[in-house]
């Protein structure tokens, strides 16, 4: 298990109702399963069309059960959003 942040933008920072949490986690499926549980309804919907990037780096395709978290990691949370 690593402990981290997990940073939410746009939509899902305003359904999850704070820009940051802290996260233990393994990997990134548990990471967004303990925020869907500490943050039922809206979130859950809005992490379904998400991207993610993991330090910095995009975790597009990867299953997020493969996708392991390190320790002091960030999880960035990102919705899709219209703009340039």
Request: aromatic content about 6%; hydrophobic content about 45%.
């Amino acid at each position: 298990m690593a402990a981290g942040t997990i940073r939410y933008w746009a939509a899902a920072k305003a359904a999850a109702g704070v820009a940051e949490e802290p996260f233990t986690a393994g990997t990134l499926a548990e990471a967004l399963a303990g925020a869907r549980s500490r943050h039922p309804g809206e979130l859950a919907r809005v992490l379904d069309r998400c991207s993610f990037l993991i330090d910095g780096d995009p975790v597009g395709t990867r299953s997020h059960e493969t996708v392991r978290l390190a320790e002091g990691g960030t999880v960035e949370v990102l919705p899709p959003f219209a703009g340039g």
